[in-house]
């Protein structure tokens, strides 16, 4: 009998642990079976993307007619396929013509759309106005490059291309910037009867034929690259001002000479 006294004791101290439980809890229900969780409802749509859905269903559905119809085609060219194929193709078409035709009347009306007033003008009388403004503004940029910068000139006395260049350098210093002549055998041109004597920069640069031009700052030692051969007036103040804007080609050190 003892024994199963012993047997009961630990079933009643379990008792009030799960009667203090039940009445903590609220009621649960007829014989504490619960109602099934219900899942959360699916969030409704923002009313841009409702309005846009029908277009995407119409769009995808377009695509994939036109791919199956081209791809039935191609299996089976019959007549009656390629025409289908054809027709859906012509619809896209009109649907493509549609929409360029609108992008030009937006952008025509919206001048921060429009390419034609963000970058070079086609009336030839606009791209004159064009030209002399670029050419006054790379004007103002050379003259203010003269107070730090110098052109290298490379040449060879018997070089038929540097005697032709050397006058449009000598006039080409009237803009501020001063022309530095470097001689790559010695002798001399009548527009810089005293040049300076190669020593051994040209090999530096990869100097292999003259006329060559570089755009030096001797305080830094940068020099960058400014084209080889004859080039004009205008050609020279573009390639300048571009090499010395903003985000010019990684110079080449001077002092590699040495």
Not at 46 to 51: I, K
Not at 107 to 124: G, N
Not at 170 to 187: E, I, M
Not at 227 to 239: I, K, N, T, Y
Request: glycine share 4%; charged share 20%; aromatic share 6%.
């Amino acid at each position: 009998m003892s024994r199963h006294l012993l047997l009961l004791v630990p079933l009643c101290c379990c008792m009030p642990a799960v009667a203090q439980q039940l009445m903590d809890e609220p009621r649960r229900g007829w014989h504490f079976y619960e109602d099934p969780i219900q899942p959360p409802s699916p969030r409704p749509l923002p009313d841009d993307a409702r309005s846009l859905a029908p277009h995407i269903a119409r769009y995808k559905a377009l695509q994939k007619a036109v791919e199956d119809a081209r791809v039935v085609a191609i299996m089976a060219p019959s007549a009656s396929n390629v025409r289908a194929y054809l027709k859906l193709e012509a619809s896209v078409l009109r649907k493509a013509s549609r929409f360029a035709d609108v992008s030009r009347r937006v952008a025509w009306m919206s001048p921060e759309l429009d390419p034609s007033a963000q970058s070079r003008p086609t009336a030839t009388y606009a791209v004159e106005a064009h030209e002399r403004q670029q050419m006054v503004a790379r004007q103002a940029r050379v003259a203010s490059l003269g107070r730090d910068h110098i052109v290298l000139f490379f040449f060879r006395s018997d070089c038929p291309y540097c005697h032709a260049f050397a006058p449009v350098l000598k006039q080409f210093q009237r803009f501020g910037l001063q022309v530095a002549a470097v001689s790559t055998d010695g002798g001399s041109l009548p527009e810089f009867p005293g040049p300076r004597k190669d020593n051994g920069i040209a090999l530096t640069l990869g100097v292999k034929q003259v006329p060559a031009l570089f755009l030096a700052h001797p305080a830094s030692g940068r020099i960058m690259p400014l084209g080889f051969g004859v080039l004009s007036e205008s050609e020279l103040l573009e390639r300048i001002a571009t090499v010395s804007g903003p985000e010019p080609d990684k110079p080449v050190s001077a002092s590699r000479q040495e």
